[in-house]
């Protein structure tokens, strides 16, 4: 069965420090995969997603993410953290169903 | 670029009531539309699949008699949580599928927050 994995439901960082947020999936397949996040009260908001192709995936507000089919991973960085990526992030993954399969999602806190 | 509407965006009733959301897709058709709920500092959990012209698919524990869905037009989907409890209160978020193959984008309406007193 397909499941995402979000290791760590919080991360606190310093403004201007590196983020690392962890993602692992589970499928026989490699699946697509999602980086969303969501501020408080507000829907989703797709950061990047990886499909095929280029395993770098770059994506808005200077995020970008890596599939790494032999770890079965696909991290979110972003080398300089704002005030503003304080946030809920979720990860998710789609194989051959329209559904969307989400993490369980990693709360983003930045200091100054 | 492509916008989901949810209305309302939050919503106090008393139990026993009956509560409608409208998740419309704006700028574009959406055959396949899907509704989420979730509880404060948890993930989204997926509810049911609404398919224009078709009954709702609906995830395994999830009560389609209590939470109807409607989905009469390309560009508008209904949830109804009926004769609502207050261990309903929760963030329900729709989603609309931009296009016909599994890896068409989806497009999130900004939630509705119900509370039911």
């Known amino acids: 069965a397909q499941s995402v994995t979000q290791l760590g439901s919080h991360v606190s960082v310093s403004e201007g420090a590196l983020v690392l947020l962890r993602c692992n999936y589970s499928?026989?397949?490699?699946?697509?995969l999602f980086w969303y996040v969501q501020y408080p009260n507000q829907g989703l908001q797709l950061l990047l997603k990886?499909?095929?192709?280029?395993?770098l995936v770059k994506g808005i507000n200077g995020f970008e993410a890596e599939f790494k089919k032999s770890e079965t991973s696909f991290h979110l960085t972003k080398p300089s953290a704002h005030m503003s990526d304080a946030a809920e992030y979720f990860c998710?993954?789609?194989?051959?169903?329209?559904?969307?399969?989400f993490g369980t999602g990693t709360r983003l806190q930045v200091f100054p | 670029g492509a916008v989901v509407s949810q209305h309302p965006s939050w919503v106090i009733c008393k139990s026993g009531t009956s509560v409608k959301i409208e998740c419309r897709s704006l700028?574009?058709?959406?055959?396949?539309m899907f509704w989420y709920r979730q509880f404060p500092k948890q993930s989204l959990m997926l509810m049911a699949t609404?398919?224009?012209?078709?009954?709702?698919?609906?995830e395994q524990g999830v009560e389609k008699d209590k939470f109807l869905i409607n989905h009469a037009s390309l560009t508008l989907s209904t949830l109804t949580v009926t004769s609502a409890h207050p261990e309903d209160s929760s963030f329900y978020i729709c989603?609309?599928?931009?296009?016909?193959?599994?890896?068409?984008?989806?497009?999130f309406g900004n939630g509705t927050r119900l509370t039911v007193t």
């Open positions: 998710a993954s789609r194989y051959n169903t329209d559904k969307l399969i």
């Open positions: 499928s026989s397949v490699p699946p697509y």
């Open positions: 990886y499909t095929t192709g280029a395993t």
């Open positions: 700028d574009f058709q959406a055959t396949t």
């Open positions: 609404s398919n224009e012209g078709s009954k709702a698919t609906y």
């Open positions: 989603s609309a599928l931009g296009g016909d193959s599994y890896n068409s984008p989806l497009h």
